[in-house]
């Protein structure tokens, strides 16, 4: 059995895979074009709920090309405590009323929607606005023409605009990719993801309300699954036919329970997701001409784990997710270096999304699929 050891993560890395650590002692002066006095982006996190307090603000301290350097709420008591616990000093704190003023703060370089997905293109388009480069939450709204709203705002203001998708920053989706491009286990011909847990909180929260999420499983985990087969197969897919399940309308009131959908790849490969509010599952598994390859877990905050059919052990040493996201994202400003997730990979995966919705509502009808090769791709 091979472990994938520190040296090979440091071959991956030195390819462009959350290189941060490496690029430590690197001077900052190479490639620096318009941000070159920048040392440090500031971010500010949009929205201060389990996501900004758990993740993000715990990674902002570790991140080396960003820092946390503002706050916007609606909860004026989590003011007083944020500042007090990051440092932040009041000018860099808004409310969503006055948000805007942003415009006029330098500290803050970019803006992170961190809201429910009702609420992330209002407020990307807002930040874009005010000249800030923005990162949006998944999934990227709750249509395709709010997608394209953000991805035109950011256009005509001249900002760039990265998605929260920070598996594409962790070595293990890169091993993956490497994977498909290398044609280790020789074409693709089946792929599977799942990603799925179990709701049983509040039936009020906004997760279960259709305004406000957009839809249910598929739009909170289900962009992951779909992405694990774009990338286990290094194709858009070109249809789709999906299937819903529910067996707790009491709870999923508003919102699908269970979804399974089956891809079709423009080389032949098939592709298999099923994404759940209702249990527990997150893997995915990709067999070629010549072996397999699998995550489990695939998608969650790591650390995840992998084998292939050489007997391989995938595994990496583990950093947080989200750090590697944001100092992605920071160097992809900073140094012009490439977007990872990028606004049309979030557009691309809404144009899924909604296809799925369209095929269970025409009793599981294949919808075709019409993407330019490798649109939403990131770099
Ligand atoms: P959350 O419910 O914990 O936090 C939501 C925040 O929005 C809260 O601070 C709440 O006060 C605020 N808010 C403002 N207006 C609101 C309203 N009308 N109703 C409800 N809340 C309102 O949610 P979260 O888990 O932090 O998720 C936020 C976003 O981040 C979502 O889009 C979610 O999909 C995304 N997310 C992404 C990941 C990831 O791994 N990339 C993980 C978790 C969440």
Redesign the pocket.
Same mark, same amino acid.
């Given at each position: 059995m091979k472990i994938i050891s520190r040296r090979n993560f440091n071959s991956l890395t030195a390819k462009g895979l959350g290189g941060a650590a490496l690029l430590s002692s690197a001077p900052f002066a190479c490639a620096m074009g318009a941000n070159q006095d920048k040392k440090k982006l500031g971010i500010a996190l949009?929205?201060?709920?389990?996501?900004?307090?758990?993740?993000l603000a715990p990674a902002l301290q570790d991140t080396q090309y960003c820092y946390l350097a503002g706050i916007v709420?609606?909860?004026p008591e989590?003011e007083k405590i944020w500042a007090d616990k990051y440092g932040i000093p009041e000018k860099n704190i808004y409310n969503?009323q006055n948000f805007d003023d942003i415009a006029n703060n330098e500290d803050i370089d970019v803006v992170y929607?961190?809201? *429910? /997905?009702?609420?992330?293109a209002e407020f990307s388009i807002r930040a874009a606005k005010a000249g800030k480069h923005v990162i949006c939450?998944? *999934?990227m709204g709750i249509s395709v023409e709010e997608c394209t709203a953000i991805i035109e705002a950011c256009n005509e203001a001249g900002v760039k605009l990265g998605m929260?998708?920070?598996?594409h920053s962790e070595p293990y989706t890169q091993q993956v990719k490497e994977y498909v491009k290398e044609k280790t286990f020789g074409d693709i011909l089946f792929v599977s993801a799942d990603a799925a847990y179990r709701s049983t909180g509040n039936p009020d929260?906004?997760?279960l /309300?259709k305004e406000?999420?957009g839809g249910g499983a598929l739009? /909170?985990m289900g962009v992951?699954a779909v992405q694990s087969t774009i990338y286990g197969t290094g194709e858009n897919p070109i249809s789709v036919a999906a299937q819903e399940f529910s067996t707790r309308p009491d709870y999923f009131k508003d919102t699908d329970e269970t979804i399974t959908a089956q891809f079709k790849f423009p080389s032949g490969a098939v592709g298999n997701i099923t994404t759940s509010h209702n249990f527990n599952a997150n893997a995915m598994y990709a067999s070629g001409t010549s072996g397999w390859f699998r995550l489990q877990p695939a /998608?969650n905050?790591g650390p995840l784990s992998g084998e292939t059919s050489n007997g391989d052990t995938i595994k990496f040493p583990h950093e947080s997710?989200?750090k590697l996201?944001m100092d992605d994202f920071a160097r992809h400003v900073l140094f012009d270096e490439p977007n990872k997730a990028p606004g049309e990979m979030g557009k691309r995966d809404m144009m899924i999304v909604e296809a799925i919705y369209r095929s269970i509502a025409n009793g599981g009808e294949t919808i075709a699929l019409d993407f330019e090769p490798g649109y939403g791709f990131g770099g």
């Amino acid at each position: 059995m091979k472990i994938i050891s520190r040296r090979n993560f440091n071959s991956l890395t030195a390819k462009g895979l959350g290189g941060a650590a490496l690029l430590s002692s690197a001077p900052f002066a190479c490639a620096m074009g318009a941000n070159q006095d920048k040392k440090k982006l500031g971010i500010a996190l949009v929205g201060l709920g389990s996501y900004s307090t758990y993740q993000l603000a715990p990674a902002l301290q570790d991140t080396q090309y960003c820092y946390l350097a503002g706050i916007v709420t609606g909860t004026p008591e989590k003011e007083k405590i944020w500042a007090d616990k990051y440092g932040i000093p009041e000018k860099n704190i808004y409310n969503y009323q006055n948000f805007d003023d942003i415009a006029n703060n330098e500290d803050i370089d970019v803006v992170y929607v961190v809201l *429910p /997905n009702s609420m992330h293109a209002e407020f990307s388009i807002r930040a874009a606005k005010a000249g800030k480069h923005v990162i949006c939450e998944k *999934p990227m709204g709750i249509s395709v023409e709010e997608c394209t709203a953000i991805i035109e705002a950011c256009n005509e203001a001249g900002v760039k605009l990265g998605m929260g998708y920070r598996l594409h920053s962790e070595p293990y989706t890169q091993q993956v990719k490497e994977y498909v491009k290398e044609k280790t286990f020789g074409d693709i011909l089946f792929v599977s993801a799942d990603a799925a847990y179990r709701s049983t909180g509040n039936p009020d929260q906004w997760r279960l /309300n259709k305004e406000m999420s957009g839809g249910g499983a598929l739009m /909170n985990m289900g962009v992951y699954a779909v992405q694990s087969t774009i990338y286990g197969t290094g194709e858009n897919p070109i249809s789709v036919a999906a299937q819903e399940f529910s067996t707790r309308p009491d709870y999923f009131k508003d919102t699908d329970e269970t979804i399974t959908a089956q891809f079709k790849f423009p080389s032949g490969a098939v592709g298999n997701i099923t994404t759940s509010h209702n249990f527990n599952a997150n893997a995915m598994y990709a067999s070629g001409t010549s072996g397999w390859f699998r995550l489990q877990p695939a /998608n969650n905050y790591g650390p995840l784990s992998g084998e292939t059919s050489n007997g391989d052990t995938i595994k990496f040493p583990h950093e947080s997710q989200q750090k590697l996201q944001m100092d992605d994202f920071a160097r992809h400003v900073l140094f012009d270096e490439p977007n990872k997730a990028p606004g049309e990979m979030g557009k691309r995966d809404m144009m899924i999304v909604e296809a799925i919705y369209r095929s269970i509502a025409n009793g599981g009808e294949t919808i075709a699929l019409d993407f330019e090769p490798g649109y939403g791709f990131g770099g």
